[in-house]
């Protein structure tokens, strides 16, 4: 065989096994799925209907099909690109990646990231990410013209490959012919993920429309400042959000031998120095992060659930539990020791004083993502307001932030409260502790640690109650949202708990309607409320009868 016989089937072996690469791509990228749980090798023996209108579409004169190869190549790279996202979002927050509001989150990913492993890290899976989206792109668009132009060459073959995958498709489709059991056969999943997205797409601006409504309609707007929380004058309210407290803690097999003795014995704890607790459910906006939409769902009495929402309230005039306690003479204070830069939004809900990790006097060293331990916060609360001498009635808003992910190290908790300082006590449980790396390298660990460190701050919290506070407290804790799935566990609801701790049985008198139960732990009958429904039925217990109208 000559040698230019030899180079030409080269080239022809060459081309033909590119053009047969060309074919995987696309065939795998039309059958991608946007869960993990079906990346599996059984999850691609499929047949996707799309791979006949793909065909067809390609049989257009070489200049259109350039142009709408090129068209169609990108689009399927983009649907690839935003089902991996999906997977991603799925693990971390139980849904799928919002392609309109979502695009926020990614700069608490990164600052996650960094937090958790290092700025060269998270510069890193920037490349990474920006690299790999790139060469999505690239192949897909590249494999779809390939195949057009495979389709151009033999037009006539190419329709009877369409026609035979649309006859295959419909008989699967049409005796639902399954391998696994689960996952049909007939796919048609990109043709409907894409519809899908486009309807999301529509549905918000639709939202954004319905929601300038609901935040119109309050009843309690007009409500006369003495008629509002009367029967709490001359009380210090504090609201606690604990960090990623969710119904998992309590109830999850693995997690309620951790976490429910630490809730027994903190209610003993409180008993004994004259507090009673009752503890219900809500049921959060968000799941494994957002707390902000939690906040402010539980402030304005508005279901708020995605950024757009969230922008739109706060640039409203909505009535918030902090401005009612504002507006009836109490001292409005935001402690967010999670916080590390200025926050206008503190404006909208009504605060007189905003804390942060600028001015909490913090010294110590960082805790991965928390900028300090619980226990010193609840500390400094005392020294910046709670202990303050001739000061008014005090209404407070405090996320405790040391249950944040990655749950690595875990402060210690301190019996002597005054040896904790400006925080530098701290320094060795953070060299000496776990490192987030080392943590999340075995995933099996994750979840006890983060029971751990529901244990950690739900005690600063209950000792800080039973040791500082007075005949006035009125405490509200609860939690802003479900970890994780990692640790939260698969199918898990988005229910967390809610406790209000008091030593005035009066107080707890206005809530017997609310059927919550004794103690800090609810049970599995407890009523369960949406997140938003809290607000009104607080003004309603406390408030006059006038008010409840």
């Known amino acids: 065989m000559s040698q230019g016989v030899q180079l030409h089937l080269n080239r022809k072996a060459v081309s033909r096994s590119l053009t047969v690469v060309a074919g995987v791509i696309v065939f795998a990228a039309l059958i991608f799925p946007n869960v993990v749980q079906r990346l599996t090798p059984l999850g691609f023996l499929r047949v996707p209907v799309e791979g006949a209108f793909l065909i067809a579409l390609l049989l257009v004169p070489p200049k259109a099909r350039r142009i709408l190869g090129t068209a169609l ?24 990646f919002d392609p309109v509001l979502d695009w926020v989150l990614f700069d608490d990913a990164y600052s996650f990231v960094v937090d958790s492993y290092g700025k060269g890290a998270a510069i890193g899976a920037l490349i990474g990410i920006f690299a790999l989206v790139a060469g999505v792109l690239s192949l897909t668009t590249w494999a779809v013209l390939r195949l057009g ?26 005796f639902g012919m399954s391998i696994t059991g689960a996952v049909p056969i007939a796919a048609r999943s990109t043709a409907t993920y894409a519809w899908d997205r486009a309807h999301q797409a529509r549905a918000g601006l639709q939202d954004e429309a ?57 209610t003993t704890v409180l008993r004994n120095a004259g507090f009673t607790a009752r503890s219900g459910w809500l049921t959060s906006p968000t799941f494994g992060g957002g707390s902000w939409l939690a906040h402010s769902t539980f402030e304005s009495g508005l279901w708020i659930n995605n950024e757009q929402r969230y922008r739109n309230l706060v640039s409203s005039d909505r009535l918030t539990l902090t401005r009612a306690f504002h507006t009836g003479d109490w001292r409005t204070v935001s402690v967010m020791p999670g916080a590390t830069r200025a926050w206008p939004e503190g404006s909208f809900y009504g605060y007189d004083q905003v804390w942060d990790s600028r ?43 040391s249950s944040h992910t990655p749950w690595a190290p875990i402060p210690d908790y301190i019996d002597d409260w005054d040896s904790i300082g400006d925080g530098a006590v701290y320094q060795s449980m953070v060299t000496d502790g776990q490192k987030p790396k080392a943590l999340w390298a075995d995933p ?13 701050s739900v005690t600063s919290l209950v000792n800080w109650i039973a040791k500082y506070g007075d005949d006035n407290l009125v405490m509200v804790f609860l939690g802003d949202h479900q970890p994780s799935p990692i640790a939260s566990g698969a199918g898990a609801s988005h229910d967390v708990p809610i406790t209000i701790v008091t030593k005035d049985k009066a107080v707890l008198e206005r809530i017997t309607d609310w059927q919550w139960a004794e103690g800090l732990r609810p049970l599995g009958d407890t009523p369960v409320w949406p997140m938003n429904a809290f607000r009104d039925r607080f003004f309603q217990a406390f408030g006059t009868k006038a008010a409840a109208s």
């Open 73 to 96: 190549g990108v689009l399927i790279g983009l649907l690839v690109i935003e089902k991996c996202l999906d997977m991603g979002f799925f693990s971390e927050l139980n849904r799928p």
């Open 149 to 174: 132009r495979l389709i151009g060459n033999h037009q006539r073959r190419s329709l009877y490959a369409a026609g035979g995958i649309a006859v295959a498709w419909a008989v699967t489709f049409a």
């Open 210 to 266: 319905e929601f300038e409504k609901e935040v119109k309609q309050d009843a309690y707007a007009n409500v006369p400042s003495n008629q509002m929380l009367t029967a709490l004058k001359g009380k210090d309210v504090i609201f606690t959000f604990v960090e990623s407290y969710g119904r998992s803690a309590i109830e999850h097999p693995s997690l309620a031998p951790i976490v429910d003795p630490a809730l027994d014995q903190g």
């Open 359 to 401: 001015n909490l006097g913090y010294n110590g060293p960082k805790f991965s993502w928390a900028p300090m331990p619980d226990q010193y916060t609840l500390k400094q609360l005392n020294t910046i307001e709670y202990k303050k001498p001739n000061r008014k009635s005090l209404m407070v808003e405090m996320p405790l932030v």
């Open 444 to 456: 099996r660990q994750v979840r006890p640690e983060y029971g751990k460190s529901i244990v950690y």
